[in-house]
């Protein structure tokens, strides 16, 4: 059995290790360090030979990677393969590479779930990979373009996916930005989430759905790879 870890060693003491087939929310206000916790996270399994899908909304894919090489990570070794909704909504001419492939937009649910497909299959029947984190950053902005219904049952099988995969699913949602119906609507499908909230002196993160009961709030700092835990309330 996998046990998959965030790389916060406060979080994981804790947990214990989430378990295969596992999907999360990770849910927070605008510019609260969502984008570099999730690639934390990604960044834990890869550097454990896990593989990682990641669908980008709002980076290209080349500045997907570019965050880990500039982190300490042996990209033309790792098992990461993006899907980048972003480069042809510019109008770049572009071609797609191993660890990058295009969707034409963040409505093009059609083609994320193409090439999702494409690299499940990749690494999970032809590499067969010890363990695969699905990422998708973020589902707001896929919101912005699709009605819930339609957003409602593509997540639908990308959770049941990577529950049939046992791996472990990671989906990001801007908080404040949709009404509680949405985010109600949204939680569904997940087994618990992450959660950040503002506070006097910065950010505080916890976890809940996948304890007992859910943890503390922990405040926090991100540099680079380092989720630093501060205090608890």
Known sequence: MVEYLLGIKELDDLIGGIREGTNLMLIGPPMCGKDDLLNKIVHTGLKNNEA??????????????????LNDLDIENANIGIVDCVT???????????MIKRAASPVDLTGIGVRMGQYLEEFLVQRESIGLRLCINSLSTILMYSNLQTVFRFLHVYT????AAKAFGIFVVEDETHDPQTVATLKQLFDGMIEIKETDSGYAIRVLGITQKPTKWYDFEIDGTDVNILSTE
Do not use: N
Request: aromatic letters at 6%.
């Open 88 to 98: 042809k909504t510019l109008g770049i001419p572009t071609q797609d590479l191993d």
């Open 52 to 69: 990682s899908i990641i669908v980008s909304t709002r980076e290209t894919g080349e500045r997907v990677l570019e965050w880990f090489s």
């Open 160 to 163: 049941g996916r990577v529950k």
